[in-house]
């Protein structure tokens, strides 16, 4: 198996609301990230879990919140949304080895709306 | 994390040949050179890494300069599947995009 799986596809959320966006793999990989990707931009490294604990916050805005429950899960826990977060946001894992050996998986993404 | 400069698109023609040029002047001896590839609609794709030697695998070709500051991916026959964006990454700590070449691909 070597996928990353992300729930749900699609989410319309208005800005009072709170949700979580879920991600899991079964490959093994002790790393997992989360991105941000508007349209026609590149993806946007938010933060990044290494052996289950957050190694990287790349200054993002309190209203995310990501959390790793255990080596094959990860959410990223969302509350009081602006128009301006709508994106697709991408889970990716890989393992975290030593030099950096090793690619990324990524999933389909969660397409996000705030209204 | 080590910067890369990509053209911003390309276009090729179907069944020919595409080298995908990546410049990376400023990398360090143990950064790793990926590339990955996203489709329309799609989570972004492992195409390949190297380190220092020209690496080949069934997707495509990584041919690596000997001072490794540019780094070119080749597709060997281009399809319209192969109609993309593709990111050349340095791997210092951890996966950062930089803008990426818009590949078309013409029939």
């Known amino acids: 198996d070597t996928e990353v799986t992300q729930t749900p596809k699609h989410l319309v959320m208005g800005m009072t609301n709170k949700k979580s966006l879920k991600c899991e793999q079964h490959m093994g990989h002790r790393a997992m990230y989360w991105y941000k990707q508007k349209a026609k931009k590149p993806p946007e490294l938010m933060f990044v879990y290494s052996y289950e604990k957050l190694s990287i916050n790349e200054s993002v805005p309190s209203r995310f919140s990501p959390e790793c429950p255990n080596s094959s899960l990860l959410n990223l826990h969302l509350h009081a949304l602006q128009p301006e977060d709508s994106a697709l946001y991408l889970c990716?894992?890989?393992?975290?080895?030593?030099?950096?050996?090793?690619?990324?998986?990524f999933g389909q993404g969660t397409r996000l709306t705030v209204v | 994390d080590a910067k890369t400069t990509q053209p911003n698109s390309m276009e090729s023609n179907e069944e020919e040949p595409v080298h995908l040029p990546c410049n990376h002047s400023?990398?360090?001896?143990?950064?790793?050179i990926h590339w990955y590839r996203q489709l329309p609609s799609q989570g972004p794709e492992y195409v390949i890494h190297?380190?220092?030697s020209n690496v080949n695998n069934r997707m495509a070709s990584l041919a690596i300069a000997e001072d490794r500051k540019s780094s070119t991916l080749i597709l060997h026959r281009a399809t319209l599947r192969d109609a993309a964006v593709y990111y050349c990454i340095l791997n210092g700590q951890n996966f950062v995009f930089g803008p990426g070449t818009r590949l078309s691909v013409l029939p």
């Open positions: 990716a894992s890989s393992q975290p080895i030593e030099g950096w050996n090793t690619e990324a998986f």
């Open positions: 190297g380190l220092t």
């Open positions: 400023t990398i360090s001896g143990t950064d790793y």
